[in-house]
């Protein structure tokens, strides 16, 4: 496979980390500079990618562990064969909010699924493709309950499936995200509880000492 072009930037972390308000903060920085970018998600990102997230995030639907991790694979095969790799073969940025570290952190940890098996799979959805620099924020389990409280009042307390499940399979992610921090490459671990203009600051500057590079 030709050698990427263009910049892969991904935000990982548990839910209600505040990665949705760096991913925008840096786009508005981005559209700034007049840097070509797109941003997308996962799961997601593309028409077909979408219409997986809509069964894996509907609380209707009971799905099997198994099924779950085949599922957010499919969804990253499409995702990255129609936006994310052509986007890096013209030299685009690609911001993503999460990639395949999710997957190893609530289908491997949170799931117990093997995660050599995850990891394989991961690497095949992927298209062998990782991400140049991933921002991973992490948070202790309290500041979650803080968090949830005062979202849980701005929503009406409604959740997806994956936010729905039990406060045990929660703390199983947020550990994970922990263990990763320190275990993968190209990781730029983010304390989530820190200022919102201190991490937005830190991340610009990553961002272009990577552009830079290039």
């Known amino acids: 496979m030709a050698k990427n072009k263009g910049l892969f930037v991904v935000f990982e972390g548990p839910d209600r980390s505040g990665k949705t308000t760096q991913i925008n903060l840096l786009a508005s920085y981005l559209k700034s500079r007049k840097i070509k970018f797109i941003l997308t998600r996962e799961p997601g990102g593309c028409r077909l990618s979408e219409q997986i997230r809509d069964i894996l995030l509907n609380p209707a639907n009971k799905i099997s562990p198994m099924s779950e991790l085949l599922l957010y694979e499919a969804a990253r ?18 911001v993503s909010d999460r990639f395949f570290l999710a997957t190893l952190a609530y289908q491997g940890y949170g799931r117990q699924i093997d995660l050599a098996l995850v990891r394989r799979l991961n690497s095949i959805a992927a298209l062998n493709i990782k991400p140049d620099i991933t921002f991973l924020f992490t948070m202790p389990d309290s500041e979650f309950k803080k968090r949830e409280r005062i979202i849980s009042g701005v929503n009406g307390g409604k959740t997806d499936r994956i936010e729905s499940e039990r406060e045990s399979f929660r703390k199983k992610v947020n550990l994970a995200y922990k263990k990763l921090a320190k275990s993968e490459k190209n990781i730029i671990e983010i304390d989530a509880t820190g200022k919102i203009e201190d991490i937005s600051a830190l991340i610009k500057k990553h961002i272009e000492r990577k552009l830079e590079i290039r």
């Open 77 to 94: 095969a499409q995702h990255t064969a129609e936006k994310i790799l052509p986007a890096l073969r013209k030299g685009e940025i690609v």
